[in-house]
C-alpha cells in the first residue's frame, strides 16, 4: 500500500508560509487534497490565463513538494484557504463539503488576464490575477474565497436567485459567512485589495457607506437588471442586510449569529426570498435555536436597516 498523501509547504500571496496538503505520484506532488472527511477532495489548478472554455487548466505541481515560487502563490492561497473554508463549514455546522454530500472542491488560478475578480461559476471556482493596481491574486484574501464558496452552498441550499434583492441577499450572505471564516474585521477583501493603499476594501458590513452602498431602505438602488445594472444592484444593495448582519453579530455575538445565519439559509430561504423574507427567516431561526432574546435582537437589527 502506497501513501500518497503529503504535508508539502508553500509561500501564498502575501508571502507569508504555510502548510498544504498534497498529493504525491511518481516524484511529482500536487496541489491535491485527500485528507478531509469526505470522499471527495479538493484540488487547484492554473490555468495559464486561459478562458471559461479551458477550465480547469492543469494540476499545480512541484517536483520537491515546496511550492515557493511567484506562479505558486495564488494556488498555494486557492488551495490553503478551501481547506480552510471546508473546514469551517464542518467543524461549526458538520456540513461535507458545499453541498453537504462531500462533493470535489475545485479551483483554477491564474484565470484570464488582468482579471479584477474571482466566482463560483456554478461547478468550481475562479481567481483572475487581477491588474496589479486595483487588486492582486484575488485567492490571497481568504474572506474571498469563502465568498465564493458560500456562493456554492447558497446554490445548493436556499438557491437564492441572483438577481435585485434575492441576488443581493445572495451576495450578503456570501460575505457575512466571509466575516464568520476570517472575524478579524468587517471588511471584504482588503487583503488584495489596491495592493498599494492600506486601509481601503471591497466592501465593509459595519460601514457600507464607506465603499458607495446603501445600508438603510431609503438608500435603496432600483437598477436595471441587466449586467450593467449588476442584475438590479447585487453586489450594492447587499449592503442594506450586511448592515443588518452588523448589528445582529454586535448584539448577540458571533457564535449565535453564525447559527442563526446558517439555519435561515438552509432550512427557510427560498429562490424567491426578499429581504422582508429574510428578515422573517433569520428571527425565526434565533427563536428557534436561542429563543426570545435572540429572535428580539434580529427583529430589531433588520428595523434598524429599515426593513419591516
Ligand atoms: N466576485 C463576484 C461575486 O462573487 C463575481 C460575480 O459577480 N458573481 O459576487
Ligand atoms: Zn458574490
Redesign the pocket.
Known sequence: NVVHEASGTGTGVLGDSKTLNTYVYNNTYYLFDTTKPMNGVIETFDNYGGQYSSLPGYYVTDSGNTFYSERQKAAVDAHYYAGEVFDYYYDTFGRVSYDNQGADIRSTVHYGSNYN????TGNQMIYGDGDGSTFTYLSGADDIVA??LT?AVTDTTAELVYENQSGALN?SF?DVFGFFVDSEDWLMGEDVYTPGTSGDALRSLSNPNAYNQPDHMDEYRNLPNTESGDWGGV?INSGIPNKAAYYTINSIGISKAEDIYYRALTVYLTPSSNFSSARQALIQSAQDLYGSQAANAVSNAWSNVGVN
Not at 117 to 120: D, M, R, V
Open positions: 475578480n474571482a466566482a463560483w465568498h465564493e456562493h451576495e456570501s453586489h
